[in-house]
């Protein structure tokens, strides 16, 4: 049997520190090549293999794939939604660009398994806000969320039109202590944890209101592993599932954070990511992953703000 032989593009990223350190504890830490454009990140220091990968270079891509018999990729490097709405056509490119370079060499060296995730700005403002359901109007008005869309279509397509085995989750906003988080329009929720316990106060870009669904980091990890552990006859979605944790506003999550921060305040001065938020779900409906293979949220507000203060 063919050992796995895992490649993480993007590893020193929120989502890819994390990941990487999961996957080496799963498959073996020599087993877990990880690679980014940028230098190692600290956390990931000696726990493993690295080398300096631009992912838009296909030709190296494909030579690193070759050399390191790799048989699964995850491909997290991206240009984010707020980082992308200042450069549209930069962020097209090498959100594009870098799937299918990814899916073409998966079908060309016939790799096991590609992950590569997708996010709730598929949707858009004429998407059902409340509930999303899997299928529904996808109108995404960021060209982040245009080129997820456009990147679940392709994966579908690889997977239906040449059999690549190519797994993907609608991550809603991802909260985690242990990596910053690489300009999304859900990132105020991880600075003011760190606002609360540096200065007690919080000025949010985002109003009062604006409801969001979110995930503890844990909670993202597991999905992740859980979905591509799957067995790929269980796996019926192949553009994204959507996935679902919870789903808080900033005053609520101010709130909670209070329990522990008496004296923590917050206030409100909305910027440009406040239209891209109002275009997004308020939640979302993601009964078919938990039928398909069974998932289930472990962390709500309560429980991840605890957490977050305990490790920050
Ligand atoms: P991030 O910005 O923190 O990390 C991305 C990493 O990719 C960075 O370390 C960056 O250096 C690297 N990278 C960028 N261009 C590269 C290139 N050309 N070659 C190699 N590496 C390159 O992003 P993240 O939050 O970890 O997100 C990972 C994936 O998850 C992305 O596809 C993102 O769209 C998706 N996602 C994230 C969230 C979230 O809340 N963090 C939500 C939904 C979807």
Redesign the pocket.
Known sequence: MKKDKILV??A?????VELTLALRKMYGDANVLA????EEHELLKGTGPYVS????NKEMLHVLVIRHNITQIYL???I?SATGEKNPLLAWH?NMQ?LLNVLDIAKEENLDKIYW?????VFGPNSPMQETPQHTIIEPTTIYGIS?FAGERWCEYYHHRYGVDVRSLR????ISYK?A????T?DYAVEIFHEAKENKSYTSFLSENTYLPMMYMPDAIRATIELMEANAADVTIRSAYNLSAMSFSPKEIAAEIKKHIPAFTISYEPDYRQQIADGWPNSMDDSLARQDWKWHPEYDLEKMTADMLKNI
Do not use: E
Not at 35 to 38: A, G, Q, T
Not at 53 to 56: C, I, R, T
Not at 117 to 121: F, G, L, Y
């Open positions: 593009i993007g020193c990223g929120q989502i890819g690679s980014d454009l940028r990968l631009d992912v838009m997290l490097a991206a984010l090498i870098s995730p997708s996010s709730i700005a997820k991550y809603p906003g991802l990596s988080p690489g300009g999304g859900t």
